[in-house]
């Protein structure tokens, strides 16, 4: 029988090894597995449906493909499981049972993983912080006062407390970078299209949002690009051409980089000199290794950015409240208040405004690509600070009391584009100003757990990369790796 320290020492390629050598079986995986979560979850709050009947029929099963007989969890938001509910953080989804599978899921049981639940996640994933009403916030299990960032913070946490090696997760504005930086973990972000969206939609947020996951070792990352773009999806908008060689092969094919680094926040709030100390530290032994490195960054304005990025979030909720009202029958208590917020900021927005901001998305990937003609990666912070406080990045209350008085009486969309609103949205903005540019861009991205605080907190440092970029990030990635190794690394719990 293998013990949780056996356990927690390998990534989930090292399980699968051990499973394919006959050292151990998929139901004692499995066993260590739900052990852990039962020991470790009621501090945490990561996971939100568990799975664990479903899990042992497979784990009895013959499994096979290159993570025959591993745990995993997978994110309760886009990432449905055939028969269950995708609750996606809101009471109003909690009881609706999915089809059929995703895509992503599909494959992920094609390799032969073993799925025991689903991870927390904001209200529609519309939060960097994991602290739906539904469910209750999901705290870090470095610091249980603090958010594991989101959304999808509920796999950041599962898999820093050793819960699984990997998680599911996705990210639609930093949704994987962010938690994989508050929680001293990797986290890539894959280019858009790459990764399949099926069979419910071809692309997520015009293709700004992907899915991946989040993990304790860059190999696990990389051979998890392997199955989720193992074969091509017929119904996605773009056909992909496939490296030469698996990303697994890529990872371990580090070459010499030119690139340029930033510490200023986009949208011009402050920064925390932690988060600047870890960019200036990752500089420092990117250089070590080799690197060319220099302070540069594109000439994009990016606070307009941040502006398009939230008028493409703001409709996109709108539209979801909208759907899920008329199928379920939902009424306005099901959802968030912020929730109802956002989304009647979006029902403000006219057409012509809104095709003008998804029109400057083309200027941003051209402003890019010439700092990238230039440059192999930009490195900036993840995060502007260290994770936040469970509760800091509430709505104030005075806001909250009007916004509620203003629905009642039907005039909640007044409230948005007010000076209030906007200070409450740079607000939550001003500690994850960095990610949505990849997205925007639909280039690929990563956060590197390079760096901790005084106090012991993780501080992850991102890199942009190219389009295609994704074998270059994970070779780099797991150069940082082996130079200043983290898995090893665990929290105290």
């Known amino acids: 029988m293998m013990n949780y320290a056996e356990y927690r020492a390998q990534d989930a390629m090292g399980l699968a090894e051990s499973v394919a050598r006959g ?58 499981y055939a028969g269950l509910p995708t609750g996606s953080g809101s009471r109003s989804l909690r009881h609706r049972p999915a089809e059929r599978h995703s895509e992503v899921v599909d494959r992920w049981l094609d390799s032969g993983l073993v799925i025991f639940g689903k991870t927390n996640t904001p209200e529609f994933g519309a939060k960097g912080i994991t602290e739906p009403e539904a469910n209750g916030p999901t705290r870090n299990p470095w610091d249980l006062t603090r958010t594991p960032g989101g959304s999808s913070g509920g796999a950041a946490a599962a898999v820093a407390a050793g819960i699984v090696p990997v998680a599911g997760a996705s990210d639609g504005g930093g949704s994987i970078r962010i938690p994989a930086a508050c929680c001293g ?11 399949p969206a099926g069979p419910s939609v071809a692309e997520h ?13 860059v190999r696990d990352s990389a051979a998890m690009l392997d199955v989720l773009t193992s074969r091509p999806d017929a119904a996605g908008p773009y056909l992909h051409a496939r490296p030469e060689l698996p990303y697994t092969e890529l990872a371990r094919r580090p070459r ?20 600047v100390a870890a960019v200036e530290d990752a500089a420092v032994l990117l250089r070590h290794l080799g690197h060319d490195v220099e302070p540069a960054e594109p000439e994009i304005d990016q606070r307009q950015l941040a502006l398009d990025f939230l008028a493409m979030w703001t409709t996109q ?10 199928s379920t029958g939902a009424g306005p208590e099901d959802f968030e208040l ?16 809104y095709y003008a901001a998804h029109d400057r998305w083309n200027t941003y990937s051209r402003q890019l690509a010439s700092f990238h003609s230039r440059y192999d990666l930009l490195l900036t912070p993840t995060l502007a600070r260290p994770a936040v406080r469970i509760g800091e990045l509430d709505t104030p209350r005075p806001v909250r009391a009007v916004a509620r008085t203003l629905m009642r009486v039907g005039l909640l ?12 949205v740079i607000a939550n903005l001003a500690a994850t100003p960095y990610t949505q540019l990849a997205n925007i861009t639909g280039r690929p991205a990563m956060s590197v757990p390079t760096y901790r605080t005084p106090e012991g907190l993780p501080l992850g440092v991102q890199f942009v990369g190219p389009l295609g970029g994704e074998g270059t990030l994970l070779a780099l990635a797991a150069r940082i790796e082996a130079e200043r190794p983290w898995a090893h690394l665990e929290p105290s719990l």
């Open 413 to 424: 969309g007044a409230l948005a584009g007010t000076r209030a609103w906007e200070s409450a």
């Open 317 to 326: 909720l709108a539209h979801t409240v909208d759907g899920i009202r008329r």
């Open 256 to 275: 010499t980089l030119r690139i340029g680094f930033s510490t200023r926040s986009p949208i011009d709030t402050e920064v925390d000199p932690q988060a």
């Open 23 to 80: 050292e151990v079986s998929p139901d004692e995986l499995l066993d260590v597995a739900i052990a852990r979560a039962e020991a470790v979850d009621g501090a945490l709050n990561a996971i939100v449906l568990p799975m664990h009947e479903l899990a042992r029929e497979r784990a009895k099963k013959p499994l096979t493909g290159p993570f025959a007989g591993v745990p995993f969890l997978i994110k309760d938001l886009s990432q449905d």
């Open 205 to 217: 947020l015009h293709g700004a949002a992907t899915e991946g996951v989040i993990s304790r070792s």
């Open 338 to 353: 912020d929730t109802h917020l956002l989304a009647a900021a979006g029902r403000k927005l006219k057409a012509p405004a």
């Open 185 to 195: 973990l990797f986290g890539l972000k894959p280019g858009r299209g790459l990764v």
